[in-house]
């Protein structure tokens, strides 16, 4: 569990209309400037990227698309204080997340941050309710007020009647379900995918997607997804190609043109 400094209600911020949270801020929610990621390998020095810059303005769902390899993962990595680069900025929910101590970052991620991964990482001793109750519970929360609102995140991904059974009673999406309900228990202003239906059905994906979108638009969030799928990605707001260690659009008849992941 990530700790945090102090209890927080989550009820507080998800009173709040979608519209008030898309706005909180008319800065980007996102500002990477200069980005270069090396790393030192046996055959050599490895540069995944050299001087990227991506910029996500509050509201916007963005796909990042790419080879296996080209450092999607990565970046998202980064813009999740994950990782580091080697050189560059990168800002995301007004906090310079490379000047963050491990504790300030697992603080920031509990708080501002929703993750989903390509594998769920669901606890499988604790039931769907209490997975998606330890986020709250590691800010502090209280037990009860904790899996109060994850029944309420259970109920929006459709699974209230499920929140009794553990992981291994689930399947494949429900557990992805139970994956997306956790990461936005805390009621992130910024959620980052990872190839989040990148082990489903093509049928299962489509439903996870069709949620992500609705949940993106619903509670006013600020989405970046990375995936294989250049169908679900040309439904997003933007979706990016991440090809020799820079950014290029993707547009929706499929022709490219650099853009330095600036929004248009």
Known sequence: ?????????????????PEARASENSAPVILVQNLEKTYRTVRGQLTLFRNLD??????????????????????????????APTAGSVECVGT???????????????QKLGYVWQFHYLLPEFTAQENVAMPLLARGVGRKEAL??????????????RGAHRPGELSGGEQQRVALA???????????????TGDLDETTSEHVFALIES???????????????????????????????????????????ANFGNPA
């Not at 963005?62 to 204080?81: D, E, F, N, R």
């Open 54 to 83: 991506l910029r996500v303005e509050p509201g916007e769902l963005v796909a990042i698309v790419g080879q296996s390899g080209a450092g999607k993962s990565t970046l998202l990595h980064m813009l999740g204080a994950l990782d």
């Open 1 to 17: 569990m990530e700790p945090s400094s102090s209890p927080v209600s989550p009820s507080s911020r998800s009173a709040r209309p």
């Open 148 to 161: 109060a609102e994850a029944d309420k995140w259970l109920q929006e991904v459709g699974l209230m009647d």
């Open 215 to 257: 949940l993106h638009r619903t509670h006013g969030l600020t989405s970046v997804m990375v995936t294989h799928n250049l169908d679900l990605a040309r439904r997003c707001t933007r979706a990016l190609r991440l090809e020799a260690g820079r950014l290029v659009s993707l547009s929706s008849r499929g022709t490219e043109q």
């Open 96 to 110: 310079d997340v490379i000047r963050l101590s491990a504790r300030e970052a697992a603080v920031f991620r509990n």
């Open 182 to 196: 956790r990461a936005l228990v805390n009621n992130p202003r910024l959620l980052l995918a990872d190839e989040p």
